[in-house]
């Protein structure tokens, strides 16, 4: 683990929506769109994996997960992504990790070294979030010595910055357009591949975007 997060062990949770409802504006292929938010969740989650101590992701039909990297799936309660990543965190509780970072599961160019600049950037006993690249959003939210998942206070979707700020977290500022940069649209991937994309979605740019 790297030296940014030594002192501050975490656990992170990831919840993906149902595949078939994934990745909508991209268009096109339904497979490829399924196949793309796959790929997305790998390199988000083989990022995690270098700096957080436990990684539980939340889903139905993940079982490829399980068989590339070496995290713990949990099925999806059927309500939210917000419900969803409370359940993550609940686990990641019990099993010793007071420190979670909720994170969405469309990074492809997530580095380790800025999810250990961000979390090292959070104050002691607080919630910090991670604005996306458009400002409105939020791709992280972590928080310090939970007691339970509700502390987190995970409110995620639409207009989730100002929900984040309203609900007490704080904003720590900070560069890291890697991992701002959550995919939605063909445009969004193209800005990511200028980045430099994890090796699951790499392979897929070009049949979806037409570009290599």
């Known amino acids: ?3 940014a997060t030594d002192n501050h062990p975490f656990g992170a949770v990831v919840a993906l929506k149902a595949l078939g409802r994934a990745k909508t504006r991209i ?3 339904p497979r490829l ?3 793309l938010a796959m790929a997305m969740l790998l390199d988000t989650v083989g990022a995690l994996q270098r700096v957080a101590e436990r990684i539980v992701v ?3 039909g993940l079982a490829p997960v399980t068989a590339e990297v070496p995290v713990e799936v949990v099925e999806d309660p059927g309500q939210d992504l917000n419900a969803a990543l409370i359940v993550g965190a609940d686990r990641l509780l019990r099993q010793g990790s007071g420190n979670v970072l909720a994170c969405v599961a469309d990074l492809p160019a997530l580095r380790p070294s800025s999810v250990a600049a961000f979390v090292g950037a959070a104050p002691d006993r607080s919630r910090t979030f991670l ?8 791709t992280m939210l972590f928080g310090r010595a939970l007691r339970t998942g509700n502390d987190l206070q995970p409110g995620f979707e639409g207009a989730s910055a100002l929900r984040h700020l309203r609900s007490g977290a704080l904003d720590p500022g ?6 701002r940069l959550d995919v939605d649209t063909i445009a969004d991937l193209r800005r990511a591949a200028d980045l430099g994309l994890g090796p699951a979605t790499r392979p897929l740019l070009e049949m979806i975007t ?3």
């Open 1 to 3: 683990m790297p030296s």
């Open 174 to 179: 900070g560069a890291w357009p890697d991992a």
């Open 58 to 60: 939340v889903g139905v």
């Open 33 to 35: 769109r399924e196949r």
């Open 210 to 212: 037409g570009t290599g």
């Open 131 to 138: 604005r996306d690249a458009a400002g409105t959003g939020s």
């Open 27 to 29: 268009g096109g292929d």
